[in-house]
């Protein structure tokens, strides 16, 4: 790889790694979404660093080209991300949920709360001032 596309691959892993810091800071993304994201913006800003170790490593793997290691690993990458946000959605279908049955049962309380309250106020109006007393 030429010097100048290894400079344009650290150049990019360093704005999308400081993107993801700038996120975290501004409380816009989550610490734990953002370890994965974390870990692929380290891997663009290292790989074009460590290409030589890394054509080493597909090489000893018996991989015949090396950037089919470098692919392979970016699908695991976003496996492990698509992974985490399935992880994420489950739980807060979960909560969605509990809350709804928990508004549903509120909600049935208020009204009959509602209904008792019109019932003795229909019997305080129906009732002669000698009875009220």
């Known amino acids: 790889m030429s010097p100048r596309a290894r400079l344009l691959l650290f150049v990019i892993g360093l704005i999308v ?15 734990e979404y953002a370890l994965l994201w974390l870990l692929a913006a380290l ?6 660093i460590l290409i030589n170790p890394l054509d ?5 793997l018996d991989i ?9 690993l970016g699908i695991i990458g976003l496996l ?11 739980k807060f279908s979960d909560q969605i949920r509990i809350l709804t049955q928990e508004v549903a ?11 008792r309250v019109e019932k003795e106020g229909e019997e305080s109006e129906t009732l002669s001032p000698t009875e009220r007393s």
């Open 64 to 72: 015949e080209y090396p950037p089919a290691l470098f692919l392979g």
């Open 17 to 31: 790694f400081i993107t993801i810091i700038n996120l975290i800071r501004t409380r816009r993304l989550k610490e």
């Open 43 to 48: 891997a663009l800003v290292a790989t074009p």
């Open 105 to 115: 049962l509120l909600r049935h309380r208020v009204q009959a709360l509602e209904a």
């Open 56 to 60: 080493q490593i597909a090489f000893f």
């Open 80 to 90: 492990l991300i698509i992974f985490q946000l399935t992880l994420v959605i489950s």
